[in-house]
């Protein structure tokens, strides 16, 4: 009877869009996983802004690792087209004109891309307060929220060992997309099983740390490495360990 429930939010990303039949749906649960370095947090910061810039949707980021003002530089990045090594280092030289256009053009078209740094050890209470604090600010709730990333948060509830905590995080999380009806895309650290495997390709949801305490509660669970050739020509695989909207691949 609701029709907001047919509702899907697209990732821009077409070959990935293909697999979970055109979009996300609220209030659903998406992770990303993969090894130390393995661009999860430029991977988040591109949907985030495919998700503001393209899909017109109302983003909130939390990033509890890296600095907010690197999510922002990947940001400029991605709107620019520029290398995000050559922006950060002050290298842009023939191409600074073509940065501050891009500049200017992301305030002329004022995103709804919020960035909010959460520093230290935090726990989902902290995302109610954010997400209480954007209402107050907006009138609204974000239609995403981009958790960047699992492994740096607790749970509110006493834990005693990892499974615990990444149990305990699933049904946390669960509550908070329910409660404010948000998509939540957020990642999560291979474990040391993953990291020795010498094909990549082969990793899959027993590779993450605790996997089957929180992937239960995930609608997407993605599996991000790359190879030799990948390495070279910059490019990064995804692979669907588990989708519910669709095939895995």
Same mark, same amino acid.
């Given at each position: 009877?609701?029709?907001?429930?047919?509702?899907?939010?697209?990732?821009?990303?077409?070959?990935?869009?293909?697999?979970?039949?055109?979009?996300?749906?609220?209030?659903?649960?998406?992770?990303?996983?993969?090894?130390?370095?393995?661009?999860?947090?430029?991977?988040?910061?591109?949907?985030?802004?495919?998700? !503001?810039?393209?899909?017109?949707?109302?983003?909130?980021?939390?990033?509890?690792?890296?600095?907010?003002?690197?999510?922002?530089?990947?940001?400029? !990045?991605?709107? !620019?087209?520029?290398?995000?090594?050559?922006?950060?280092?002050?290298?842009?030289?023939?191409?600074?004109?073509?940065?501050?256009?891009?500049?200017?053009?992301?305030?002329?078209?004022?995103? !709804?891309?919020?960035?909010?740094?959460?520093?230290?050890?935090?726990?989902?209470?902290?995302?109610i307060r954010e997400l209480q604090l954007y209402h107050a600010k907006f009138g609204c709730y974000p239609d995403v929220m981009i958790l960047d990333y699992i492994n740096e948060m607790e749970p509110v509830t006493k834990w005693g060992n990892t499974s615990e905590k990444f149990k305990n995080l699933g049904v946390e999380l669960r509550r908070i997309t329910r409660t404010y009806k948000i998509i939540l895309v957020t990642a999560m650290q291979e474990n040391r099983e993953g990291s020795k495997l010498k094909d990549k390709s082969k990793g899959d949801l027993t590779t993450i740390g605790e996997s089957h305490y929180f992937s239960n509660v995930c609608h997407v669970v993605c599996h991000l490495y790359q190879d030799e050739i990948d390495v070279a020509s910059n490019q990064l695989h995804v692979s669907f360990e588990k989708n519910r909207y669709g095939p895995k691949k």
């Open positions: 009877a609701n029709p907001n429930i047919r509702e899907r939010t697209p990732t821009y990303f077409s070959e990935f869009d293909k697999y979970i039949s055109g979009g996300l749906r609220k209030p659903h649960i998406v992770l990303f996983f993969g090894p130390t370095g393995g661009f999860k947090s430029k991977l988040l910061a591109n949907l985030g802004y495919n998700f !503001s810039f393209l899909g017109k949707k109302k983003v909130m980021v939390v990033t509890l690792e890296i600095p907010k003002e690197d999510y922002d530089v990947i940001v400029d !990045s991605r709107h !620019s087209l520029l290398e995000f090594n050559k922006i950060v280092n002050g290298q842009l030289e023939d191409d600074r004109d073509k940065y501050y256009y891009a500049l200017n053009d992301m305030v002329e078209k004022k995103p !709804s891309l919020y960035i909010v740094d959460i520093p230290g050890r935090s726990t989902p209470a902290d995302l």
